[in-house]
Structures are given as structure tokens and as C-alpha cells.
């Protein structure tokens, strides 16, 4: 009788593990999914149209300064990975708060760094599993691949440098000289940090990247997205 019971708990507490799995993993990716599809188009519609098939003109003057959001949630621009695909687009949003940012399919922009094309550390932060987990691939991910951040008036192309793993105490990381934060920075940097290994997510994996050039929307995009 005692064995019986305690197998019917053990089987009902599997049943809510497995139903709580199934949330975590594929239901808010569903949710997260939804909200950036409706954000992006959201924030495309404010920015006005654009020929999305021109290939404009890569520049190296110096890049157009862009608004310094400060409330938490604000869009800050789209991010574009073309080695995650075509049609990979993920908003990218002051802050990284989990409920109000990052749980919403977000990246996230620390608080304190540089604002994207400014000389210094542009860090970002994206969930790697659940909530639409946009640096799902991030091993995928090698020098030299680029990494494009759109705003209403420019895209910024960077292309990755470096990556490796560290604690999460490891906050220099986001310095402005990644791991020498008493340097005065000189570069275009970007970080973008995610959780690693999938599941159990005690370390981090950061991705580093360096300015190379900018668009203007209104010429076109990169050739980098075609």
C-alpha cells in the first residue's frame, strides 16, 4: 500500500517535471518567438521603409552617433546574425532585465558600456536556451564571422575576434578593453555574453567582435546580409 503511494507521487511529480520541461523549453521560445516578431515589425514600421535587396555602400568614415535610451525595454536597434540564417532578427533593448528584456527574446544592453559604433565595449547579453534563445548557436559562431547591428539610420558591422568561457564572476569581460578595465579603450569593440553549457549554465560564453564598417539604411543594406 505504502509502495503503491509512493510510486503514484513519484509518478505525478515526473508528469509535472516533464510538463514543466516542456514550458521551459519550448513553450516560452513559442511566447519569446511571438513578441520579437511583433517588436521588430513594430519598430521597422517607426523607422520608415527601405529597400532590403540594394546592396549599399560599406563606409569607414567615422560612424553616425545614435540616441542613448536609458529606459529599461527601450529598442536600441535589430540584431543580425548571418551564420544563425537569413531571416534570423532579434530586438535589441536597453538593460537586461530577465522579465522585462531578456525573457522577452531580447539582447540585452548592459547598463554602463558603450552604445553600438562608439569607441569602447558595446556588451549585450541573450539567453542561450528558452525565452526564443537567441544565442542558441553560439558555438557555431568563428573569427571572422559578422555580427550587424541595425538602427534607423545605420547598420554597424562588426566581425567576431575571439570567444572562449569564463565564470560569471568574470566581469571584466565587459569592460571597455575586454579584461584590462584600467585601459582607456581606442577600439569599437562589441561583447555579447550567454549562458553555457545548455541546462546547467554555470559559466559563460563570450563573443567578441570589432567594428569594421558602417551602412547608411537609406543606401541599402551590408552585402554581409545578402
Not at 552604445?115 to 559562431?141: C, F, I, W
Not at 545548455?198 to 554581409?224: C, L, N, Q, T
Request: charged share 25%; net charge negative.
Amino acid at each position: 500500500m505504502l509502495l503503491g503511494f509512493i510510486g503514484e507521487l513519484l509518478i505525478t511529480a515526473g508528469v509535472v517535471i516533464g510538463l514543466f520541461i516542456v514550458w521551459q523549453v519550448w513553450w516560452t521560445d513559442i511566447i519569446a518567438g511571438q513578441e520579437q516578431e511583433e517588436r521588430i515589425a513594430r519598430v521597422k514600421d517607426q523607422w520608415g521603409s527601405q529597400n532590403e535587396t540594394k546592396i549599399g555602400r560599406a563606409r569607414t568614415d567615422p560612424p553616425p552617433a545614435v540616441d542613448h535610451v536609458t529606459g529599461i525595454g527601450d529598442v536600441e536597434g535589430i540584431m543580425y546574425i548571418p551564420k544563425f540564417g537569413k531571416d534570423y532578427e532579434h530586438s535589441i533593448e536597453y538593460g537586461t532585465s530577465l522579465s522585462k528584456v531578456l525573457d522577452k527574446g531580447a539582447f540585452g544592453h548592459y547598463k554602463d558600456t558603450a552604445y553600438v559604433g562608439e569607441v569602447g565595449n558595446y556588451s549585450l547579453a541573450a539567453h542561450r536556451q528558452t525565452y526564443g534563445a537567441p544565442m542558441r548557436n553560439v558555438d557555431k559562431l568563428k573569427a571572422g564571422d559578422p555580427i550587424i547591428v541595425g538602427t534607423k539610420d545605420a547598420y554597424f558591422v562588426y566581425y567576431v575576434n575571439s570567444s572562449y568561457v569564463v565564470p560569471p564572476s568574470d566581469v571584466d569581460v565587459v569592460a571597455p578593453v575586454p579584461k584590462q578595465p584600467e585601459t582607456k579603450p581606442t577600439e569599437r569593440l562589441m561583447t555579447i555574453t550567454t549562458c553555457h553549457p545548455p541546462f546547467v549554465s554555470d559559466k559563460r560564453w563570450i563573443i567578441h567582435a570589432k567594428y569594421d564598417h558602417w551602412v547608411a539604411r537609406s543606401d541599402g543594406i551590408p552585402a554581409e546580409m545578402k
